[in-house]
Nanobody, 126 residues
Framework: QVQLEESGGGLVQAGGSLRLSCVAS????????MGWFRQGPGKEREFVAA????????YYADSVEGRFAISRVNAKNTVYLQMNSLKPEDTAVYFC???????????????????WGQGTQVTVSS
């Protein structure tokens, strides 16, 4: 079992930045693919970013490419999402997720992730 806990959300003005963190329990974290998803008000959950266990591969949704950066520190069981140039449309609850099967072309599919955090709210004001 893996438990995930996100933090770092909050209220920020458009153009601002936030860094989300996700701390995982479990000894096998370093072998999991990790992803960030979000769900805006009245919207379905959508993929944001993913990273392989070695940090050698990352993948981003088109809507955040060039503005967001995913990273991880396996020694700290932590994955991060640095969000820059935030827009009001980035307002959502952000979830981190763990995929025991690793990282691959499926990284943007939420059904490949077995473990989810409770989410952290990000609100971007215009």
């Amino acid at each position: 079992q893996v438990q995930l806990e996100e933090s770092g959300g909050g209220l920020v003005q458009a153009g601002g930045s936030l860094r989300l963190s996700c701390v995982a329990s479990g000894r096998t974290f370093s072998r999991y693919g990790m992803g960030w998803f979000r769900q805006g008000p009245g919207k379905e959950r959508e993929f944001v970013a993913a990273i392989s266990w070695s940090s050698g591969s990352t993948y981003y949704a088109d809507s955040v490419e060039g503005r967001f950066a995913i990273s991880r520190v396996n020694a700290k069981n932590t994955v991060y999402l640095q969000m820059n140039s935030l827009k009001p449309e980035d307002t959502a609850v952000y979830f981190c997720a763990a995929d025991p099967s690793g990282f691959g072309p499926w990284a943007d599919r939420d059904d490949h992730y077995d473990y989810w955090g409770q989410g952290t709210q990000v609100t971007v004001s215009s």
